[in-house]
C-alpha cells in the first residue's frame, strides 16, 4: 500500500469468481462461498470446506480462496449460525437463550452443508480457531466424510477463562463486547478497515457469542479421539500466532502424528496475513492425505 489508499478489507479480497450463496433451512439460513477449481478438469477436482473461527466469518478466507483454486481445488467456507450473514436462533441483544449452539449442534451443520451441497465424496475439512473445535465434533460425528482435517491454529483444549468476555456480552450483546476490547474508541472515529470489523461483529450474534466462548472454556482434550477416528491430519499456526500455546499445538501434533507446520510471518490467521504460503501449506498436505 503506497500514498494515501485506503487499506482493503476483507470484503475487498473475495476473489472475482467467487459465488456467494445461501443454504436455507428452518433454523436460519448459513452465508457461504466458493470458488471452484481453475485447473484443467474443475468438475473432479478434490472439494475443501473451511470453517471460521471466534468473532469470524466466511470472509476470513477470501485472501486464500483464489490461491487455493489455482492449484486445482474447489474450495468452500461458510459462517457459523449466527455469524456475520449466517442466521441462528435466539438472536437478541444483549442474549438470553444459548440453545442451539452447542458443538454437537455446530458439528452437525458442518455435515448438513456438505449434504445440501451434494458432498456425497469424502472432502477436506479445515477449522480455523473455534472451528477447530467445531471441527473435531464433525470429524467424531463421521470420520468417514473426511480425506483430511486441518487445525488451522486451533488448540487441543481450553486454556484460559473468559469471565469478561462472557460479562460484557451478557450485559451488553456485542457492542459491551466491542468496547470492552477497545476501551476509549468510539465507532464514529474508526477508520475504514477497524470500521469493517466493528460493522461484523455488530452483525454477529451476540447469542452464537456467548455460546462459542462457553464452548472454547470447556473444550476437553480430544486429541486421542481423533486420532482413533484414522482422518489424517495437519496442525498449522502462524508463527506469531497468539491463540493457543505453540507448544500445545506442537504437542498435539506428536500425539496424532500428524505434521506440524508453522507458517513464518503470519498470526493467528495466516489465510490473510500469508495466503500464497498458506495455499501451498494446505494444498501439499491434502495431495498427501489423499494418496
Do not use: C
Not at 53 to 73: H, N, Q, R
Not at 114 to 142: C, K, N, R
Not at 195 to 216: E, H, K, N, P
Not at 244 to 263: F, S, T
Amino acid at each position: 500500500m503506497t500514498g494515501n489508499a485506503e487499506p482493503r478489507t476483507l470484503t475487498d479480497l473475495k476473489p472475482e469468481d467467487a459465488e456467494e450463496f445461501t443454504l436455507d433451512r428452518p433454523e436460519g439460513a448459513l452465508s457461504a462461498v466458493r470458488v471452484v477449481s481453475r485447473g484443467d478438469s474443475p468438475e473432479s477436482a478434490p472439494v475443501a470446506v473451511l470453517v471460521p473461527g471466534y468473532t469470524g466469518s466466511k470472509e476470513d478466507f477470501y485472501p486464500v480462496l483464489g490461491p487455493i483454486a489455482d492449484l486445482g481445488f474447489t474450495v468452500v467456507a461458510f459462517s457459523q449460525r449466527g455469524q456475520y450473514h449466517s442466521e441462528g436462533p435466539h438472536h437478541t441483544e444483549p442474549p438470553t437463550d444459548i440453545s442451539g449452539y452447542e458443538v454437537e449442534t455446530l458439528g452437525r451443520d458442518v455435515h448438513w452443508v456438505l449434504d445440501t451441497l451434494g458432498l456425497t465424496a469424502p472432502v477436506h475439512l479445515l477449522g480455523h480457531s473455534f472451528g477447530g473445535i467445531v471441527g473435531i465434533e464433525a470429524v467424531l460425528q463421521d470420520p468417514s466424510r473426511f480425506l483430511s482435517f486441518t487445525m488451522w491454529n486451533s488448540g487441543p483444549r481450553s486454556w484460559a477463562t473468559r469471565p469478561e468476555v462472557a460479562a460484557a456480552l451478557t450485559a451488553g450483546g456485542t457492542d459491551a463486547l466491542w468496547r470492552w476490547g477497545n476501551p476509549g474508541a468510539e465507532p464514529e472515529n474508526l477508520g475504514r478497515l477497524e470500521r469493517w470489523f466493528y460493522d461484523r461483529l455488530r452483525a454477529t450474534s451476540s447469542t452464537q457469542l456467548l455460546a462459542a466462548v462457553g464452548i472454547l472454556d470447556s473444550q476437553p482434550d480430544r486429541v486421542d479421539e481423533v486420532r482413533e477416528a484414522g482422518v489424517p491430519v495437519l496442525v498449522s499456526h502462524g508463527e506469531n500466532d497468539d491463540a493457543w500455546p505453540h507448544d500445545w499445538q506442537k504437542d498435539m501434533a506428536e500425539r496424532l502424528d500428524a505434521p506440524y507446520v508453522i507458517v513464518p510471518d503470519a498470526g493467528h490467521s495466516p489465510q490473510v496475513d500469508r495466503p500464497e504460503e498458506s495455499a501451498r501449506v494446505l494444498v501439499s498436505f491434502w495431495r498427501s492425505a489423499a494418496v
